[in-house]
């Protein structure tokens, strides 16, 4: 069983920075795809940013509206992934989720473990 603990969320001025932690128990998949989404309350959960580990190499992806702002990156001593988010807006407050799930899944019922989320609150 995989388990997914997200941290460093909280409240910051619109234009602020603040870095997610996803640390992760186990690996489960020898070819994987970790995942950062977002989800505000009324809307649909939000695929921000991923992450995959493959045999031919590894692939990062971007929401369109987060490009050029967030930066996804791992660690592989610590099992840990990361997502920088930098000149944040008040669109981007919401519930932070990491996930995790075979190499190149995408859709949100594809993922297998998730994390409990982290509040991200961004003040104007």
């Known amino acids: 069983q995989v388990q997914l603990v997200e941290s460093g969320g909280g409240l910051v001025q619109a234009g602020g920075s603040l870095r997610l932690s996803c640390a992760a128990s186990?690996?489960?998949?020898?070819?994987?795809?970790m995942a950062w989404f977002r989800q505000d309350p009324g809307k649909e959960r939000e695929l921000v940013a991923t992450i995959t580990v493959s045999w031919s190499g590894g692939r990062i992806s971007y929401a369109d509206s987060v490009k050029g702002r967030f930066t996804i990156s791992r660690d592989n001593a610590k099992n840990t992934v990361y997502l920088q988010m930098n000149s944040l807006k008040p669109e981007d407050t919401a519930v932070y989720y990491c996930?995790?799930?075979?190499?190149?899944?995408?859709?949100?019922?594809?993922?297998?473990?998730w994390g409990q989320g982290t509040q991200v609150t961004v003040s104007s």
């Open positions: 996930a995790t799930g075979p190499e190149g899944v995408m859709a949100p019922g594809r993922f297998i473990y």
């Open positions: 186990g690996r489960p998949f020898s070819t994987y795809t």
